[in-house]
Structure formats: structure tokens, C-alpha cells
């Protein structure tokens, strides 16, 4: 299973970025997908995340900026950014938790992507 994000970039305050991250390969069932963020100097955090019902949480910071929608059938989670803000800026990796059949088993695991940068700036 492989995790592409795309969308990253530089943006002026005030600016938005829409973010993507489609999962491919071997997968049962994608359930959970989100967007992490880290920092230079901190620890990743969790941005958003999504389940496959459509529920959604979010970190305080981001409330009434961001939006984390997914499309089920393409197995993409996407993150609008609006109102970016300079603390914004990070590395944002997507994330899922995917079901996979092995054999007769199915096993649930959890999947990176690659990470795109976000810069906002002045």
C-alpha cells in the first residue's frame, strides 16, 4: 500500500492550499485516513483525520480554517487549508489505517505518505 500527497507549497498569509493524498495497492478496507504536521523542532501532530463514515476531528488550531473531506471510492482524503497563518507552515504527512486481506486473515495497518511541504509566509 502506498500513500501519494501532493499539493504542498509556498502561500501568503491569508493564502489556502488544498492537499491530496490518495492510497493505493492491496487494500480491504481504508478506514480512518488523516493529515499530521510537524514543525521544524517539534513534535508531529495530529492536523485531521476522517473516518470512512464521514466523521471528523480536527486540532483546535486549524477549527474553522481547515476541512478534511475524503472520496471512498478513490480512497483520496483531501485537507483545504484557508486563512493560512505562518504557524501553519510544516511538513504535512497523510496517514491511513487500512485493512488488508492476507490470506484468510484480514489485518488492519497504518500507512504513511511521503509528506509535502507548507510554507506561509509574510
Known amino acids: 500500500v502506498q500513500l501519494q500527497a501532493s499539493g504542498g507549497g509556498l502561500v501568503q498569509i491569508g493564502g489556502s492550499l488544498r492537499l491530496s493524498c490518495a492510497a493505493s495497492g492491496s487494500t480491504f478496507r481504508v478506514n480512518v485516513m488523516g493529515w499530521y504536521r510537524q514543525a521544524p523542532g517539534k513534535e508531529r501532530e495530529l492536523v485531521a483525520a476522517?473516518?470512512?463514515?464521514?466523521?471528523?476531528n480536527s486540532v483546535d488550531s486549524v477549527k474553522g480554517r481547515f476541512t478534511i473531506s475524503r472520496d471512498n471510492a478513490a480512497n483520496t482524503v483531501y485537507l483545504l487549508m484557508n486563512n493560512l497563518k505562518p504557524e501553519d507552515t510544516a511538513v504535512y504527512y497523510c496517514?491511513?489505517?487500512?485493512?488488508?486481506?492476507?490470506?484468510?486473515?484480514?489485518?488492519?495497518?497504518?500507512?504513511w505518505g511521503q509528506g509535502t511541504q507548507v510554507t506561509v509566509s509574510s
Open positions: 496517514n491511513a489505517e487500512v485493512t488488508r486481506r492476507l490470506g484468510s486473515d484480514l489485518i488492519t495497518f497504518k500507512y
Open positions: 476522517i473516518t470512512s463514515g464521514g466523521s471528523t
